[in-house]
């Protein structure tokens, strides 16, 4: 499976993509981030993040893409920010059919490190001893959307083999604690 994950945000955008299966060496495909000047009109901004997601989207050709749920701050700015940035991603993903998977922080944290209140160094940390990797992805958004491909990879992996087999007995997603916002890779084709 290939997952590129999204760390949203207006002012930097996390982008990372990883290939692999649970229970076996996961693979990292490429690792950025996207800038925006934080003086330029909101829509240039956002152009010029689809723009790049767009582009990551044609050279890695995801199986699905891994976007971090925005979570509510004191900064309404900040929040309204990284919602813009995130509903790009999602919709880019969309417009190709790629399924989409929301991961909450302390999901995310929790998945790679174990610990669901870990701070990003840990998150670092952790990311470049999951992938092998020879240092740590700068800046912190860039290894959190790698943790959100290892999250989704290691999480997604167990829950589309779940919904496969309760399909198979007949029972399509009986029982089945899907991500909100989940869609099956074979959904809708």
């Given amino acids: 499976m290939r997952v590129m994950g999204v760390d949203p945000g207006l002012t930097r955008c996390g982008l990372g993509a990883v290939e692999g299966r649970p229970g076996a060496q996961l693979r990292m495909l490429a690792v950025g981030v996207?800038?925006?000047?934080?003086?330029d009109d909101i829509g240039a901004r956002l152009v010029a993040i689809e723009a790049e997601i767009e582009r990551w989207l044609d050279e890695i050709r995801p199986d699905a893409v891994a976007v971090e749920r925005v979570f509510a701050?004191?900064?309404?700015?900040?929040?309204?920010?990284?919602?813009q940035a995130s509903a790009v991603a999602i919709t880019c993903a969309a417009r190709r059919g790629l399924?989409?998977?929301?991961?909450?922080?302390?999901?995310v944290k929790a998945a790679v490190t174990g610990n669901g209140n870990a701070d990003k160094k840990q998150v670092g940390a952790m990311v470049t001893r999951v992938l092998r990797l020879d240092a740590m992805p700068k800046p912190a958004d860039a290894a959190d959307a790698l943790a959100l491909a290892i999250c989704h990879v290691w999480r997604g992996g167990v829950q589309n083999r779940l919904a496969q087999a309760l399909a198979a007995k007949g029972r399509p997603g009986a029982a089945v604690a899907l991500p909100p916002g989940y869609r099956h890779p074979g959904a809708g084709r």
């Fill in 99 to 107: 399924p989409v998977a929301l991961h909450t922080p302390s999901e």
């Fill in 34 to 39: 996207v800038r925006t000047p934080a003086e």
């Fill in 73 to 83: 701050q004191h900064n309404v700015r900040t929040v309204m920010g990284t919602a």
